[in-house]
């Protein structure tokens, strides 16, 4: 009976091996791929949620003070990339100026503001979805809508986007954690690391 418990040969031990190793060079990228992908996809989800509670003060701006949402929308014109013609610009670094300590005051219909009161409302709308998150919001002496690197955010969450007078988002962008999100009117990008888009100041 001893005589037909051999055990493996060395010959056969390491052709399991071999293919434990193919196998385990074919799953692994497959895997981390994968999770890669996810990351990515929460990100996205993350940016659609700010967008969406943007999207409901723009609407929530346009039918309380339509004479600031037009102002606010004539304020900026773009002429290159990322979008052409006339834009509400709004970015999230005046986000607890505008919306809690309401240092853009609302102005009753007919008044000139220059877009300060539609830019109080998409704030106040952002601060209530944005309550029950842990978003540490970048706050600093330039905004960095102005081309900046993500990496000078130092781990805080950016957020800009573009409004036409239609009251539609037609160019966003997102950053945490070193990833930057950007919603170009069609189509979400993320990447690591790199840059807001540039000039969309006058």
């Known amino acids: 009976m001893n005589k037909n418990n051999k055990g493996f040969t060395l010959v056969e031990l390491i052709v399991v091996l071999v293919i434990l190793a193919i196998l385990a060079a074919v799953l692994v990228p497959a895997l981390l791929g994968y999770i890669d992908r996810a990351k990515d996809q929460q990100y996205i989800n993350e940016a659609k949620d700010l967008m969406r509670a943007s999207q409901a003060g723009i609407v929530e701006a346009y039918a309380k003070n339509k004479v600031?949402?037009?102002?606010?929308?004539?304020?900026?014109?773009?002429?290159?990339?990322?979008?052409?013609?006339?834009?509400?610009?709004?970015?999230?670094?005046?986000?607890?100026?505008?919306?809690?300590?309401?240092?853009?005051?609302?102005?009753?219909?007919?008044?000139?503001?220059?877009?300060?009161?539609?830019?109080?409302?998409?704030?106040?709308?952002?601060?209530?979805?944005?309550?029950?998150?842990?978003?540490?919001?970048?706050?600093?002496?330039?905004?960095?809508?102005?081309?900046?690197?993500?990496?000078?955010?130092?781990?805080?969450?950016?957020?800009?986007?573009?409004?036409?007078?239609?009251?539609?988002?037609?160019?966003?962008?997102?950053?945490?954690d070193g990833k930057l999100v950007t919603f170009d009117g069609k189509k979400y990008t993320v990447e690591d690391g790199g840059h807001f888009a540039d000039k969309f100041r006058n």
């Open 68 to 176: 600031s949402f037009d102002y606010s929308t004539r304020e900026h014109k773009q002429k290159k990339a990322p979008v052409s013609g006339e834009y509400g610009y709004y970015t999230s670094d005046i986000l607890y100026d505008a919306g809690k300590n309401v240092l853009l005051t609302e102005k009753k219909p007919g008044e000139d503001d220059r877009g300060a009161a539609a830019k109080n409302i998409i704030s106040k709308s952002l601060l209530k979805y944005i309550e029950a998150k842990d978003y540490d919001f970048y706050r600093g002496k330039e905004s960095f809508a102005d081309g900046q690197d993500v990496a000078a955010l130092k781990g805080k969450v950016g957020f800009i986007l573009l409004y036409n007078d239609q009251g539609a988002i037609v160019y966003a962008q997102y950053s945490r």
